[in-house]
Protein backbone atom coordinates (compact mmCIF):
# COMPACT_ATOMS: atom_id res chain seq x y z
CA UNK A 1 0.00 0.00 0.00
CA UNK A 2 1.51 3.94 -0.47
CA UNK A 3 2.01 5.76 2.39
CA UNK A 4 -0.62 8.28 1.68
CA UNK A 5 -3.02 5.23 1.26
CA UNK A 6 -1.72 4.14 4.06
CA UNK A 7 -1.32 6.76 6.40
CA UNK A 8 -5.65 7.45 5.42
CA UNK A 9 -5.93 4.37 6.40
CA UNK A 10 -4.74 5.08 9.72
CA UNK A 11 -6.35 7.86 10.53
CA UNK A 12 -9.41 6.46 9.54
CA UNK A 13 -8.99 2.87 12.14
CA UNK A 14 -7.80 5.35 14.67
CA UNK A 15 -11.02 7.63 14.21
CA UNK A 16 -13.07 4.32 14.08
CA UNK A 17 -11.35 2.95 16.98
CA UNK A 18 -12.18 5.92 19.08
CA UNK A 19 -15.68 6.20 17.97
CA UNK A 20 -16.51 2.42 18.96
CA UNK A 21 -13.98 3.16 22.15
CA UNK A 22 -16.58 5.89 23.47
CA UNK A 23 -19.75 5.03 22.40
CA UNK A 24 -18.50 1.07 24.22
CA UNK A 25 -18.18 3.76 27.30
CA UNK A 26 -21.47 5.50 26.57
CA UNK A 27 -23.39 2.44 26.33
CA UNK A 28 -21.85 0.78 29.25
CA UNK A 29 -22.99 3.79 31.33
CA UNK A 30 -26.07 3.71 30.31
CA UNK A 31 -26.92 0.40 30.45
CA UNK A 32 -25.33 -0.23 33.76
CA UNK A 33 -25.90 2.40 35.96
CA UNK A 34 -27.75 4.75 34.54
CA UNK A 35 -30.84 3.33 33.15
CA UNK A 36 -32.77 2.00 36.42
CA UNK A 37 -35.51 4.35 36.39
CA UNK A 38 -36.29 3.64 32.84
CA UNK A 39 -35.96 0.09 33.19
CA UNK A 40 -38.22 0.59 36.60
CA UNK A 41 -40.88 1.81 34.65
CA UNK A 42 -40.95 -1.10 32.04
CA UNK A 43 -42.80 -4.48 32.04
CA UNK A 44 -41.12 -7.98 32.95
CA UNK A 45 -41.17 -8.77 28.94
CA UNK A 46 -39.83 -5.11 28.17
CA UNK A 47 -37.25 -5.87 30.72
CA UNK A 48 -35.74 -9.32 28.76
CA UNK A 49 -36.24 -7.47 25.22
CA UNK A 50 -34.00 -4.60 27.41
CA UNK A 51 -31.46 -6.66 28.31
CA UNK A 52 -31.40 -8.43 25.11
CA UNK A 53 -30.75 -5.32 23.38
CA UNK A 54 -28.09 -4.12 25.48
CA UNK A 55 -26.25 -7.28 24.58
CA UNK A 56 -26.84 -6.15 21.19
CA UNK A 57 -25.14 -3.65 21.73
CA UNK A 58 -22.10 -4.50 23.52
CA UNK A 59 -21.47 -7.47 20.98
CA UNK A 60 -21.48 -5.17 17.88
CA UNK A 61 -19.16 -2.62 19.81
CA UNK A 62 -16.91 -5.80 20.86
CA UNK A 63 -17.12 -6.81 17.20
CA UNK A 64 -16.16 -3.76 15.84
CA UNK A 65 -13.18 -2.97 18.13
CA UNK A 66 -11.78 -6.64 17.47
CA UNK A 67 -11.94 -6.11 13.92
CA UNK A 68 -10.09 -2.38 14.15
CA UNK A 69 -7.67 -4.00 16.61
CA UNK A 70 -6.85 -7.09 14.03
CA UNK A 71 -6.10 -3.99 11.04
CA UNK A 72 -3.97 -2.41 13.55
CA UNK A 73 -1.70 -5.50 14.14
CA UNK A 74 -1.75 -6.46 10.40
CA UNK A 75 -0.73 -2.79 9.34
CA UNK A 76 2.18 -3.10 11.93
CA UNK A 77 3.33 -6.49 10.71
CA UNK A 78 2.21 -8.60 13.97
CA UNK A 79 -0.11 -10.61 11.90
CA UNK A 80 0.49 -11.54 8.24
CA UNK A 81 -2.09 -9.67 6.10
CA UNK A 82 -3.79 -13.10 5.01
CA UNK A 83 -4.31 -14.19 8.58
CA UNK A 84 -7.37 -11.29 7.80
CA UNK A 85 -9.60 -13.96 6.07
CA UNK A 86 -9.42 -16.32 8.82
CA UNK A 87 -12.75 -16.87 10.48
CA UNK A 88 -11.29 -15.75 14.00
CA UNK A 89 -10.10 -12.50 12.68
CA UNK A 90 -13.45 -11.03 10.51
CA UNK A 91 -15.55 -8.77 11.72
CA UNK A 92 -18.70 -10.80 13.77
CA UNK A 93 -22.19 -10.54 12.60
CA UNK A 94 -23.96 -8.32 14.30
CA UNK A 95 -27.87 -9.20 16.13
CA UNK A 96 -30.47 -7.44 14.40
CA UNK A 97 -32.80 -5.30 16.12
CA UNK A 98 -36.86 -5.36 15.25
CA UNK A 99 -37.54 -1.57 14.57
CA UNK A 100 -41.15 -2.58 16.79
CA UNK A 101 -38.67 -3.10 19.40
CA UNK A 102 -36.83 -0.17 18.81
CA UNK A 103 -39.78 1.97 18.88
CA UNK A 104 -40.77 0.61 22.20
CA UNK A 105 -36.71 1.61 23.42
CA UNK A 106 -36.53 4.52 25.72
CA UNK A 107 -34.67 7.86 24.06
CA UNK A 108 -31.48 7.17 25.29
CA UNK A 109 -31.62 3.45 24.53
CA UNK A 110 -32.58 4.01 21.19
CA UNK A 111 -29.94 6.23 20.82
CA UNK A 112 -27.17 3.97 21.67
CA UNK A 113 -28.78 1.21 19.48
CA UNK A 114 -28.98 3.14 16.25
CA UNK A 115 -25.11 4.25 16.73
CA UNK A 116 -24.18 0.69 17.10
CA UNK A 117 -25.98 -0.61 14.96
CA UNK A 118 -24.41 2.10 12.10
CA UNK A 119 -20.83 1.64 13.43
CA UNK A 120 -21.14 -1.76 13.01
CA UNK A 121 -22.54 -1.25 9.09
CA UNK A 122 -19.58 0.79 7.96
CA UNK A 123 -17.28 -1.04 9.53
CA UNK A 124 -18.56 -3.90 7.96
CA UNK A 125 -18.53 -1.85 4.25
CA UNK A 126 -14.93 -1.15 4.75
CA UNK A 127 -14.48 -4.64 5.67
CA UNK A 128 -16.21 -5.91 2.46
CA UNK A 129 -14.10 -2.98 0.45
CA UNK A 130 -11.02 -4.83 1.66
CA UNK A 131 -11.97 -7.85 -0.26
CA UNK A 132 -13.23 -6.15 -3.76
CA UNK A 133 -10.59 -5.93 -6.39
CA UNK A 134 -9.28 -2.66 -6.95
CA UNK A 135 -11.07 -0.17 -9.30
CA UNK A 136 -9.58 0.15 -12.62
CA UNK A 137 -7.98 3.25 -13.18
CA UNK A 138 -8.13 4.97 -17.06
CA UNK A 139 -5.32 5.90 -17.14
CA UNK A 140 -3.75 2.28 -16.24
CA UNK A 141 -6.39 1.06 -18.69
CA UNK A 142 -4.76 3.38 -21.27
CA UNK A 143 -1.50 2.72 -20.36
CA UNK A 144 -1.87 -0.69 -21.16
CA UNK A 145 -4.22 -0.53 -24.04
CA UNK A 146 -0.99 1.41 -25.69
CA UNK A 147 1.88 -1.22 -24.34
CA UNK A 148 -0.29 -4.20 -26.13
CA UNK A 149 -0.52 -2.52 -28.89
CA UNK A 150 3.40 -1.78 -28.61
Known sequence: MLDGAMALRRRLLDALYSEAMLLADEARGYFDDGVRDERAMLGPLERVVFSCESLKVTTRLMHVIAWLLTQRAIDSGEIAADAMRDP?????????TDPAVLDGMPVTARTLILASIDLHRRVELIDLAQDAPPAASPARAMLDQLTRRL
Request: hydrophobic share 55%; charged share 20%.
Open 88 to 96: VRMLGDAMP
